[in-house]
């Protein structure tokens, strides 16, 4: 992906702050995009990245001119734009940082000026990412609301014709674009940066992202995650329009993002059936189906609130289990004999088949009392083949953060004296209490996540959710990275360690 050019932009602070609200995590959203891309093998000196100070309307046309005058006819040209949208005078606007309230014709852009500047240059493949919302007279700092509507069926109109053009837009005209507190994302980037970096398992084709895949994921992850964290159950619906010269296209090939991967798919040299593997997600109490308008939001975190979270979700509990067994039905084509009846409790539920068991639980979140956190874990595997299976994980994609192996007794010392006699300490590190060592968290470089390590159990805890073998290929990856770096003794001696 050499022939990628691109102008990424992201405005959290603006000038004008007493007036227009700083958009949270505009700039980590920018930055993993384009770190995304470069994954991706983009050529890091083709993309110009302005933020905040940077993003000035001057600056930002400058290099809208640049982009279009180098881009030639076999390249892609991206354009990406985190922050507040405007409609206004019928003009669809995107703001700079020196935009002020009261002069917006003069100090934001004309969306179709930005567009025009990109079809000016030689390139057949425009393609636009937009996370600004297209409503609202007030906004918060967990919208990222634009102060007057920014309108998408406006943009339909005016490129509807447009040859080679696409714009991929985080909502409707009338919603507004959330923000994921607890990830540190806008929720629609989020996904596009998962999609991008190759761990929206499922979507792709022969290690191809095409266009209608991206925006069904976008949209049914966006949908879902919004409905979750937000406390009225907002709507979020991603848009996408344009004309296209095909039904679909290629946004991305992920060939050599998947070459690595592919390298550790053997699966069987490690083996699972005593592995746990888990996720979990968080929500707002108000929003269980018990939850009863005389009810009241619980302030402290105790064993009595606790047991109450539970006694009100016991329709949550039900529907996530349909909603599996449902799926092994009607994809894995599995039959009545095949599930044993579902055992469903206040807070548990579990679904207990031939080759796994599938177990979800609610209960009250540890850090926030109004919040609850909902845990689904497959365990008890029968044998690890399922885990090749390309339906059972794309029925269980996006779901999983940690991969935990059960033990007899493990020297956890013996693991932290190990790391502590490797030389290379930037590379590897691990993390105890003087007074308690029972247990340790190890760190790698590079790798997206941490382990840790009791006296009972050893865990691959990863910072995003996976797919059941993804999250696997990831345990394999660890222990690949540390061999790579001349580190065998630390694995000789861990599995002889880690026996039961």
């Not at 406006?154 to 490129?159: A, G, V």
């Not at 509807?160 to 990830?183: P, W, Y």
């Not at 779901?399 to 010392?413: A, G, P, Q, S």
């Not at 995003?464 to 990275?481: F, H, K, T, W």
Request: aromatic share 10%.
């Amino acid at each position: 992906m050499k022939n990628y050019y691109g102008l990424i932009i992201a405005i959290e602070n603006y000038h004008d702050n007493k007036n227009i609200t700083p958009v949270k995590y505009a700039a980590n959203d920018a930055e993993q995009f384009l770190e995304s891309l470069i994954g991706l093998g983009c050529d890091r000196d083709k993309f110009e990245y302005l933020s905040d100070n940077l993003a000035t309307k001057t600056a930002i046309l400058q290099k809208l001119k640049e982009i279009s005058r180098n881009a030639q006819k076999e390249d892609t040209v991206i354009f990406y734009y985190a922050g507040h949208g405007f409609y206004n005078n019928g003009k669809n606007q995107i703001s700079c940082v020196d935009t002020f309230l009261k002069s917006l014709d003069s100090s934001t852009i004309d969306i179709v000026q930005v567009l025009s500047a990109l079809e000016e240059s030689k390139s057949k493949k425009i393609i636009g990412f937009l996370d600004c919302c297209h409503s609202g007279i007030h906004f918060s700092s967990e919208e990222r609301s634009p102060v007057t509507g920014f309108s998408t069926d406006d943009l339909k109109y005016q490129y509807g014709n447009a040859e080679h053009l696409t714009i991929f837009a985080s909502c409707k005209e009338d919603e507004k674009s959330q923000v994921d507190m607890k990830r540190n994302h806008g929720v629609w980037s989020y996904y596009l940066i998962k999609a991008l970096s190759g761990n929206a398992r499922g979507i792709y084709e022969k290690n191809l992202l095409f266009s209608d895949k991206l925006q069904s994921y976008l949209s049914e992850k966006t949908y879902h995650r919004v409905k979750t964290i937000t406390t009225n159950k907002k709507n979020q619906t991603p848009v996408k329009f344009g004309k296209e010269t095909a039904e679909r296209f290629i946004v991305a090939d992920l060939s050599t993002k998947f070459s690595e991967i592919e390298l550790q798919k053997n699966v069987s040299e490690i083996k699972f059936e005593g592995a746990v593997i888990k996720g979990s997600e968080e929500g707002y109490v108000r929003n269980l189906s018990g939850y009863k308008s005389n009810h009241r939001v619980p302030k402290e975190i105790d064993d009595y609130r606790n047991n109450w979270i539970k006694s009100l979700s016991r329709e949550e509990i039900a529907s996530e289990l349909d909603r599996i067994s449902g799926l092994l039905k009607s994809r894995l084509n599995y039959k009545r004999k095949d599930i044993r009846p579902p055992l469903i409790e206040d807070g548990y539920g579990q679904l207990v088949t031939d080759q796994f068991d599938y177990v979800v639980g609610i209960e009250q979140s540890q850090t926030a009392a109004g919040e609850y956190i909902l845990t689904r874990t497959i365990e008890n595997f029968k044998s690890s083949d399922i885990l090749n299976n390309p339906i059972f994980n794309d029925i269980f994609s996006d779901t999983f953060d940690t991969l935990t192996f059960y033990f007899k007794k493990i020297n956890v010392e013996e693991i932290i004296d190990l790391i502590e006699n490797v030389a290379d300490e930037e590379y590897i590190s691990v993390e105890y209490k003087n007074t308690d060592t029972s247990f340790c968290r190890i760190y790698l470089k590079d790798f997206n996540g941490h382990i840790e390590v009791s006296e009972t159990s050893f865990s691959i805890i990863l910072d995003d959710e996976q797919s059941p073998q993804n999250l696997v290929i990831e345990c394999q990856r660890a222990y690949a990275a540390v061999t790579s770096k001349g580190f065998p003794q630390l694995l000789n001696d861990s599995k002889k360690t880690l026996s039961s």
